[in-house]
């Protein structure tokens, strides 16, 4: 892990808002999702450029899957910033 992983950079939760790009309402407005450390971890942004898809991350994102928080880069491979708790 880096000496700063930035997984303390909260980057939302709950917004009432639709999915970026369509009409489907996002899961943030249902208050059950949550981002961390957006800049380096964008919503368009896949394996390997996604600073949480590098080993060093491999903890954090099996942590956060083992409390149902679900890693978006391991759902639909990009916006690794965001993690869910739920799927439509
Ligand atoms: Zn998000």
Not at 22 to 36: L, T
Not at 54 to 73: N, Q, R, S, V
């Amino acid at each position: 892990m880096p000496r700063d992983p930035g997984i303390d950079r909260y980057a939302g939760a709950y917004n009432h808002r639709k999915m970026r790009g369509g009409s489907k309402w996002s899961m943030h407005a249902y208050g059950c999702a949550i981002d961390f450390y957006a800049e380096p971890n964008g919503l368009r942004t896949r394996c390997p450029q996604a600073l949480f898809c590098g080993t060093d991350y491999k903890d954090f994102l099996d942590i956060m899957e083992a409390h149902e928080w679900l890693p978006a880069i391991r759902l639909w491979g990009a916006d690794a910033m965001h993690f869910q708790r739920a799927r439509i």
